[in-house]
């Protein structure tokens, strides 16, 4: 299914409608934040267009756009969908207004350059996903870090303390991106030496095919570098255990829009990149690494709920609990079964739901009282029984209550975990207990007991608000009682997934 342009009109236009904001006039500047929402809601009409003409059944990439953008490196403007990508395109274009929503009056004076950054990234991201191009994608894998500095170290509340987080996340992703880099060009080297590829090339089509087919066979030397290249940058940016030391500090000195489209937007990037790259390209250097790879994950689900448990900051504490999720995300990614590739692709997408609620209701709490200090607050269901309720429920759906979005991909990775990993699966599993005394001593600490005579003048959400939260529970009720839409075009990308890494594997 040819794609028209449409693709390119995904990420075109909220590319356009940031440049668009960013140069308003002073006397206009007030119009931003229509415009950038107006822009967000057409990228998710799009979306949603997209995914209603998207046959599951039909070929594995869909809407694809193949022009010529450098011949004589072998590299192309390749645009295409599958459901994997699909499901976080939609993801994206669901947040993004929600997002601009909540953040509506943060930046202050510059709210219309905090407004052009938030369509920038969601531009990156979105070509990201679409690219099917190693070169172009990894151009804007790395082009998305730019504007998430500045959202990080331009407008948290601790300016100082922001520009040092900001840094730390750029320095990060950086390294990863270099070594990746090299991974890039040493994959181009290959196909260039292949006689079965008549040049070099960046197209991910032709060199998968290649690998698939046995006409590409790859030296165990080559393969493991060239997979760790990738798999380092991508570690990175998820974040997987021990690379996560900069996701914290990001999470919590960001505003809560920035650090949602963080966690819930921008770091997908990186387990997206796991299912693409390095199962289907590097299929025995997956293998290889498997064990190492679980293990961390494992470490880093554990890892993140019993250090969310000890945290006294709450905008802390649910960033630990994103380092516990990640972990699961890419178990279920090198399990390399079809349950725990289909969980890890729909638990991208519950994640970012999932997150989405319960930062952004925190950080509504937090712009009230104005402290970050979990032990500063009590007794708010009695002033905000709604905000406390909202919360509540996005607080069990982290914790993967059965009938809310992340209790089905949770599920279906340990599930495909325990078919080859048991003692593995039974480690995770505690995460299950562990999140559930992180989240519900939280919910004790702040939500019940007296009221404090600072905490009885606190408002409850607002309609503004009510527009961000309602929405994100909704899906959180709909996708846990109902997520057939969402796996009927993630499990036909992951059956091609799996297929495309046995058949390199085996050859």
């Not at 080559?222 to 999470?251: C, E, I, Q, T, Y």
């Not at 712009?367 to 607050?377: L, W």
Request: one cysteine or more; glycine letters at 10%; a neutral charge.
């Amino acid at each position: 299914m040819t794609g028209m342009w449409w693709l390119t009109a995904l990420w075109a236009l909220p590319m356009v409608g940031g440049i668009a904001v960013v140069l308003l006039p002073p006397t206009a500047r007030g119009l931003a934040r229509w415009i950038a929402l107006g822009v967000s809601v057409l990228v998710l009409v799009l979306a949603l267009g997209l995914a209603l003409r998207f046959d599951p059944a039909g070929p594995r990439f869909q809407f694809v756009e193949d022009h010529p953008w450098i011949p004589s490196f072998g590299t192309g403007y390749i645009l295409g969908l599958d459901g994997i990508a699909l499901a976080l395109v939609v993801l994206t274009a669901v947040l993004v207004p929600l997002l601009i929503i909540a953040g509506w009056n943060d930046g202050g004076e510059q709210n219309h350059a905090y407004l052009a950054l938030i369509l920038a990234v969601q531009s990156m991201v979105l070509i990201s996903l679409a690219a099917l191009d190693v070169l172009l994608f990894y151009v804007f894998f790395e082009a998305m870090l730019i504007p998430m500095y500045f959202l990080i170290g331009g407008f948290g509340a601790e300016r100082r303390a922001a520009s040092k987080a900001a840094v730390k996340f750029l320095l990060y992703n950086l390294f990863g991106g270099l070594i990746m880099l090299a991974a890039v060009i040493g994959l181009y080297v290959v196909t260039a030496q292949s006689a079965a590829i008549a040049s070099g090339t960046f197209d991910f089509r032709a060199i998968a095919n290649a690998i698939s087919t046995g006409q590409l066979q790859l030296s165990p030397t080559m393969a493991n570098a060239l997979f760790g290249g990738f798999m380092f940058a991508f570690a990175v940016k998820a974040p997987l255990w021990p690379l996560h030391r900069w996701l914290p500090d990001s999470a919590v000195h960001a505003t809560p829009s920035t650090a949602v489209l963080m966690m819930a937007v921008v770091d997908k990037v990186g387990t997206f990149g796991m299912l693409r790259y390095c199962l289907v390209l590097f299929p025995g250097a997956a293998i290889t690494f498997r064990p190492l790879i679980i293990t961390l994950a494992v470490i880093g689900i554990v890892y993140g709920a019993v250090v969310a448990i000890g945290q006294t900051d709450i905008m802390r504490l649910i960033s630990y609990t994103s380092i516990s999720h990640f972990g699961f995300i890419i178990l279920g990614i090198f399990v390399m079964t079809p349950q725990g590739q289909s969980g890890s692709a729909l638990y991208m997408v519950n994640h970012g739901i999932s997150t989405a609620a319960l930062f952004l209701i925190a950080g509504f709490l937090v712009a009230r009282k104005g402290s970050r200090n979990i032990a500063d607050y009590g007794g708010i269901q009695k002033v905000a029984p709604v905000l406390a309720g909202c919360f509540l429920i996005a607080g069990l759906a982290t914790l993967s209550l059965p009938g809310l979005a992340p209790f089905i991909s949770e599920f279906l990775v340990l599930i495909g975990t325990f078919v080859h990993f048991p003692v593995f699966a039974a480690f995770a599993a505690t995460a299950l207990v562990l999140s559930a005394i992180y989240i519900l001593w939280m919910y004790q600490r702040m939500m019940t007991g007296p009221v404090s005579s600072e905490n009885s003048k606190l408002t409850d959400l607002v309609p503004r608000e009510l527009a961000v939260v309602v929405p994100l529970i909704a899906l959180l009720l709909v996708l846990g009682v109902y997520p057939k839409p969402a796996l009927e075009v993630i499990d036909p990308a992951v059956g091609h997934t799996m297929t495309s890494t046995a058949e390199g594997l085996f050859r």
